[in-house]
Protein backbone atom coordinates (compact mmCIF):
# COMPACT_ATOMS: atom_id res chain seq x y z
CA UNK A 1 0.00 0.00 0.00
CA UNK A 2 1.49 3.31 -0.95
CA UNK A 3 -0.29 5.18 2.35
CA UNK A 4 -3.45 8.19 2.17
CA UNK A 5 -3.32 10.20 -1.44
CA UNK A 6 -4.59 13.27 -1.86
CA UNK A 7 -5.76 14.69 -5.53
CA UNK A 8 -5.21 17.86 -6.58
CA UNK A 9 -1.66 18.21 -4.60
CA UNK A 10 -2.44 22.22 -5.59
CA UNK A 11 -5.24 24.09 -6.47
CA UNK A 12 -5.74 27.65 -7.55
CA UNK A 13 -9.41 29.04 -8.19
CA UNK A 14 -11.24 32.54 -8.29
CA UNK A 15 -13.50 33.98 -5.34
CA UNK A 16 -16.78 32.13 -5.76
CA UNK A 17 -15.80 29.37 -7.42
CA UNK A 18 -16.77 25.85 -6.40
CA UNK A 19 -14.10 23.24 -5.57
CA UNK A 20 -13.31 19.25 -4.97
CA UNK A 21 -10.99 17.44 -3.24
CA UNK A 22 -10.52 14.06 -3.17
CA UNK A 23 -8.30 11.90 -0.19
CA UNK A 24 -7.67 8.07 -0.77
CA UNK A 25 -7.01 6.67 2.63
CA UNK A 26 -4.64 3.58 3.67
CA UNK A 27 -6.93 0.42 1.93
CA UNK A 28 -7.93 -1.04 5.59
CA UNK A 29 -8.60 1.87 7.69
CA UNK A 30 -11.84 2.83 8.74
CA UNK A 31 -11.43 6.14 9.61
CA UNK A 32 -10.68 9.45 7.72
CA UNK A 33 -9.83 13.16 9.01
CA UNK A 34 -9.88 16.07 7.09
CA UNK A 35 -7.86 18.86 8.80
CA UNK A 36 -7.28 22.57 7.68
CA UNK A 37 -3.52 23.62 7.70
CA UNK A 38 -2.61 27.81 7.59
CA UNK A 39 0.58 28.82 7.42
CA UNK A 40 2.30 29.12 11.02
CA UNK A 41 -0.69 26.91 12.76
CA UNK A 42 -0.88 23.22 13.19
CA UNK A 43 -3.51 20.93 11.59
CA UNK A 44 -7.24 22.21 12.72
CA UNK A 45 -9.74 19.01 12.45
CA UNK A 46 -12.78 19.92 10.07
CA UNK A 47 -14.52 16.30 10.05
CA UNK A 48 -13.94 12.63 10.31
CA UNK A 49 -15.75 9.66 9.22
CA UNK A 50 -15.80 5.88 10.50
CA UNK A 51 -16.90 3.86 7.21
CA UNK A 52 -18.88 5.99 5.05
CA UNK A 53 -20.67 7.69 8.57
CA UNK A 54 -19.77 11.02 8.80
CA UNK A 55 -19.67 11.31 12.77
CA UNK A 56 -18.49 14.83 14.33
CA UNK A 57 -18.02 18.28 12.29
CA UNK A 58 -16.16 20.91 13.58
CA UNK A 59 -17.53 24.53 14.04
CA UNK A 60 -15.14 25.88 11.65
CA UNK A 61 -16.73 23.50 8.71
CA UNK A 62 -19.21 26.59 7.57
CA UNK A 63 -22.15 25.53 5.58
CA UNK A 64 -20.42 26.10 2.14
CA UNK A 65 -18.21 23.16 2.96
CA UNK A 66 -18.99 19.93 2.94
CA UNK A 67 -17.62 15.97 2.83
CA UNK A 68 -18.61 12.62 1.56
CA UNK A 69 -17.41 9.11 1.92
CA UNK A 70 -19.67 6.98 0.18
CA UNK A 71 -18.88 3.71 0.12
CA UNK A 72 -16.22 4.07 2.68
CA UNK A 73 -13.57 4.30 0.76
CA UNK A 74 -12.31 7.48 -0.66
CA UNK A 75 -13.41 10.91 0.35
CA UNK A 76 -14.44 14.21 -1.19
CA UNK A 77 -14.17 17.86 0.36
CA UNK A 78 -15.71 20.12 -1.81
CA UNK A 79 -15.88 24.15 -0.95
CA UNK A 80 -18.97 26.31 -2.49
CA UNK A 81 -18.34 29.91 -3.02
CA UNK A 82 -14.76 30.13 -2.26
CA UNK A 83 -13.35 33.39 0.00
CA UNK A 84 -10.14 33.94 -0.06
CA UNK A 85 -9.84 32.79 3.30
CA UNK A 86 -10.47 29.29 2.60
CA UNK A 87 -6.92 29.65 1.08
CA UNK A 88 -4.92 27.31 2.98
CA UNK A 89 -3.34 23.40 3.02
CA UNK A 90 -6.16 20.46 3.09
CA UNK A 91 -5.01 17.48 4.54
CA UNK A 92 -6.70 13.97 4.83
CA UNK A 93 -5.97 11.66 7.35
CA UNK A 94 -6.85 7.94 7.92
CA UNK A 95 -6.51 5.63 10.63
CA UNK A 96 -7.47 2.21 12.17
CA UNK A 97 -9.91 2.24 14.71
CA UNK A 98 -10.54 -1.27 16.91
CA UNK A 99 -11.25 -2.29 20.09
CA UNK A 100 -7.57 -2.97 20.91
CA UNK A 101 -5.95 -0.80 18.53
CA UNK A 102 -4.80 2.56 20.11
CA UNK A 103 -5.60 5.18 16.41
CA UNK A 104 -2.54 6.85 15.03
CA UNK A 105 -3.72 8.91 12.29
CA UNK A 106 -1.36 8.64 8.78
CA UNK A 107 -1.22 11.55 6.27
CA UNK A 108 -1.72 12.30 2.83
CA UNK A 109 0.91 14.57 1.17
CA UNK A 110 -2.09 17.71 1.35
CA UNK A 111 -3.78 19.68 -1.10
CA UNK A 112 -3.11 23.31 -1.10
CA UNK A 113 -5.19 25.75 -2.08
CA UNK A 114 -5.25 29.48 -2.90
CA UNK A 115 -8.41 31.32 -3.57
CA UNK A 116 -7.31 34.52 -5.68
CA UNK B 1 -8.64 28.30 22.26
CA UNK B 2 -5.51 26.69 22.19
CA UNK B 3 -5.97 23.30 23.88
CA UNK B 4 -1.98 22.04 22.74
CA UNK B 5 0.56 24.63 22.94
CA UNK B 6 3.95 24.71 21.80
CA UNK B 7 5.68 27.45 22.68
CA UNK B 8 9.27 27.47 20.94
CA UNK B 9 8.73 28.23 17.47
CA UNK B 10 11.97 27.15 16.72
CA UNK B 11 15.28 25.20 17.90
CA UNK B 12 18.69 24.31 16.51
CA UNK B 13 20.76 22.19 17.32
CA UNK B 14 24.60 21.24 16.61
CA UNK B 15 24.23 17.47 15.17
CA UNK B 16 25.12 14.83 17.46
CA UNK B 17 23.60 16.48 20.63
CA UNK B 18 20.52 16.17 21.75
CA UNK B 19 16.98 17.98 20.66
CA UNK B 20 14.32 18.45 23.26
CA UNK B 21 10.90 19.80 21.91
CA UNK B 22 8.07 20.61 24.11
CA UNK B 23 4.47 20.67 24.46
CA UNK B 24 2.43 21.75 26.86
CA UNK B 25 -1.74 21.09 27.02
CA UNK B 26 -4.45 22.26 28.97
CA UNK B 27 -7.25 19.48 28.94
CA UNK B 28 -6.81 16.90 31.46
CA UNK B 29 -8.94 14.81 29.78
CA UNK B 30 -6.42 14.36 27.09
CA UNK B 31 -5.22 10.36 27.12
CA UNK B 32 -2.88 9.89 24.28
CA UNK B 33 -0.52 12.34 22.65
CA UNK B 34 1.49 12.15 19.51
CA UNK B 35 4.22 13.34 17.56
CA UNK B 36 4.17 14.20 13.91
CA UNK B 37 7.33 15.47 11.63
CA UNK B 38 6.56 17.28 8.92
CA UNK B 39 8.72 18.47 5.78
CA UNK B 40 8.03 21.31 3.39
CA UNK B 41 5.08 20.34 1.14
CA UNK B 42 4.49 17.09 2.90
CA UNK B 43 1.99 15.76 4.99
CA UNK B 44 2.66 14.96 8.83
CA UNK B 45 4.54 11.70 9.21
CA UNK B 46 3.50 9.79 12.50
CA UNK B 47 6.87 9.81 14.75
CA UNK B 48 6.01 8.56 18.34
CA UNK B 49 3.02 8.21 20.85
CA UNK B 50 2.08 7.87 24.37
CA UNK B 51 -0.95 6.91 26.46
CA UNK B 52 -1.49 8.54 29.72
CA UNK B 53 -0.71 5.50 31.70
CA UNK B 54 2.91 5.60 31.08
CA UNK B 55 5.33 8.50 31.54
CA UNK B 56 7.79 7.39 28.76
CA UNK B 57 7.97 5.64 25.47
CA UNK B 58 11.13 5.30 23.41
CA UNK B 59 11.57 4.31 19.69
CA UNK B 60 15.23 4.12 18.72
CA UNK B 61 16.76 7.70 18.57
CA UNK B 62 13.15 9.11 20.30
CA UNK B 63 11.68 9.61 23.52
CA UNK B 64 8.67 10.78 24.68
CA UNK B 65 8.40 12.30 28.26
CA UNK B 66 4.85 12.67 29.75
CA UNK B 67 4.94 14.51 33.04
CA UNK B 68 0.86 14.62 33.39
CA UNK B 69 0.50 16.64 36.71
CA UNK B 70 2.50 19.36 34.72
CA UNK B 71 0.54 18.31 32.05
CA UNK B 72 3.80 18.47 29.80
CA UNK B 73 5.16 16.45 26.84
CA UNK B 74 8.24 16.70 25.47
CA UNK B 75 9.92 14.71 22.51
CA UNK B 76 14.15 13.56 22.87
CA UNK B 77 15.68 13.52 20.10
CA UNK B 78 19.52 11.71 20.27
CA UNK B 79 21.49 12.13 18.34
CA UNK B 80 20.18 14.45 16.11
CA UNK B 81 21.29 14.21 13.00
CA UNK B 82 20.63 17.19 9.85
CA UNK B 83 17.47 14.83 8.51
CA UNK B 84 15.79 15.58 11.61
CA UNK B 85 15.75 19.19 10.61
CA UNK B 86 11.52 19.68 10.20
CA UNK B 87 8.94 20.99 12.03
CA UNK B 88 7.47 18.96 14.46
CA UNK B 89 4.28 18.89 15.65
CA UNK B 90 2.67 17.87 18.81
CA UNK B 91 -0.78 16.20 18.76
CA UNK B 92 -3.92 14.88 21.91
CA UNK B 93 -7.27 13.57 22.06
CA UNK B 94 -9.36 12.61 24.46
CA UNK B 95 -11.01 9.42 24.01
CA UNK B 96 -9.13 8.76 20.47
CA UNK B 97 -11.76 10.71 18.23
CA UNK B 98 -10.42 14.66 17.56
CA UNK B 99 -7.00 15.81 17.56
CA UNK B 100 -5.85 18.71 18.95
CA UNK B 101 -2.22 20.14 17.42
CA UNK B 102 -0.14 22.38 18.60
CA UNK B 103 1.69 24.96 16.05
CA UNK B 104 4.56 23.33 15.65
CA UNK B 105 8.26 23.74 16.36
CA UNK B 106 10.88 24.37 13.58
CA UNK B 107 13.96 22.03 14.25
CA UNK B 108 17.51 23.09 12.07
CA UNK B 109 20.35 20.34 13.02
CA UNK B 110 23.20 21.92 11.95
CA UNK B 111 26.08 20.14 10.70
Known amino acids: DTGVSQDPRHKITKRGQNVTFRCDPI?????LYWYRQTLGQGPEFLTYFQNEAQLEKSRLLSDRFSAERPKGSFSTLEIQRTEQGDSAMYLCASSLKGLAVRETQYFGPGTRLLVL | DQQVKQNSPSLSVQEGRISILNCDYT??????FLWYKKYPAEGPTFLISISSIKDKNEDGRFTVFLNKSAKHLSLHIVPSQPGDSAVYFC??????????FGTGTSLTVIP
Open chain 2, 91 to 100: AASAGGNQFY
Open chain 1, 27 to 31: SEHNR
Open chain 2, 27 to 32: NSMFDY
